[in-house]
């Protein structure tokens, strides 16, 4: 337990005083009683002396020790569950994403589509982002702070090939909190192998153009997100058409490739998507089997111990006036 104001416990030194004074005022009581029995004077009342005379004068006291917490401010740890929920954006990032087939370009256009996405989660989703070209790398962890999702977004960039499977993977291992690691020419049994948990609250956004150049095995990747309970919303960036990119001075040919991108989803239980289809991607996150998590959190308890010490006050007086018919 904390206080948001420790120096009102000085307060507490009320109740030693209270002790003192009330067994002075009992013994200068029972003197008096005494002395009146000596005369030959004798109560008349007929209440009989309570098992536990004390007691009221006992339950006063804790109520002031109450009150006087209460001054302090207590906080205690609460835990308050909540429904929660992870979303990683994986990007692109090979050079294929410079083509202007799908205007500006196809990063710009995926980043468009992903910062959309993002204003329309709601705060139960956390979202973390991953960049992959022949490589993969995760940018920002899972995190409930939007401004925080976006400017990761605004930092990527394009260059190198491109592998869809790192790309699944490192979103698999932002997911589970934890380093993955697969061997360099990984097998579909290495990737097999690989036991991440299970992760039903999580999902991965993948904006590419869906053409992959580099290991691992997409499909191999795919079934361990399945495995994990980890569907895949690919979102097609891109046209089917597609153009020529100039690259260090050689022409390269690139288009997308909605075929890969289908099985993808359609291994993960997930849905395909095109990068215009705006409205269909706020969507995404109602295919997301929330988990409820409890995180203790500081609670400010002031009003209970309030509260308590009321009722104890009243409680001391009704059996005050019941037993002695008096409050003190």
Request: hydrophobic share 45%; charged share 15%; aromatic share 6%.
């Amino acid at each position: 337990m904390t206080f948001l104001s420790p120096g009102m416990l000085v307060l507490l030194a009320v109740v030693p005083i209270g002790i003192i004074v009330y067994r002075r005022v009992d013994s200068q009581r029972r003197a008096r009683t005494a002395q009146l029995a000596a005369l030959g004077f004798t109560p008349t009342t007929s209440r009989r002396r309570p098992r536990a005379p004390h007691l009221p004068a006992a339950i006063f006291l804790t109520a002031l020790a109450l009150m006087a917490l209460a001054a302090a401010r207590p906080q205690v740890k609460v835990g308050l569950p909540h429904r929660e929920g992870v979303v990683i954006l994986a990007f692109d990032a090979s050079n294929s994403m410079q083509a202007t087939d799908l205007e500006p370009t196809r990063m710009e256009a995926a980043k468009i589509a992903a910062k959309e996405f993002i204003d329309a989660q709601p705060d139960s989703i956390k979202i973390g982002v991953v960049a992959f070209n022949n490589g993969a790398l995760v940018t920002q962890q899972p995190t409930s702070d939007r401004p925080e999702a976006i400017s990761a977004i605004d930092r990527l960039t394009s260059a190198g090939a491109t592998s869809l499977g790192q790309g699944i993977f490192a979103s698999l291992s932002a997911i589970a909190g934890t380093p993955l690691t697969l061997p360099e020419d990984a097998t579909p049994d290495d990737v097999a192998d690989v036991d991440i948990g299970y992760f039903g609250s999580a999902a991965i956004v993948l904006l590419s153009d869906g053409e992959n150049t580099s290991g691992p095995d997409t499909e191999a990747v795919a079934q361990l997100a399945s495995t994990a309970g980890v569907h895949i919303f690919p979102i097609g960036i891109g046209s089917t058409e597609g153009t020529v990119l100039q690259i260090d001075g050689f022409s390269v040919a690139t288009a997308l490739d909605e075929d890969s991108l289908k099985q993808i989803a359609s291994v993960t239980n997930g849905a395909y998507f095109n990068a215009t289809d705006s409205t269909t991607l706020t969507q995404i996150y109602r295919s997301i089997d929330l988990r409820t998590v409890t995180d203790p959190k500081l609670t400010e308890v002031t009003a209970l111990f309030a509260a308590v010490s009321i009722v104890l006050l009243l409680v001391g007086a009704v059996m005050s006036m019941l037993w002695y018919g008096r409050l003190v």
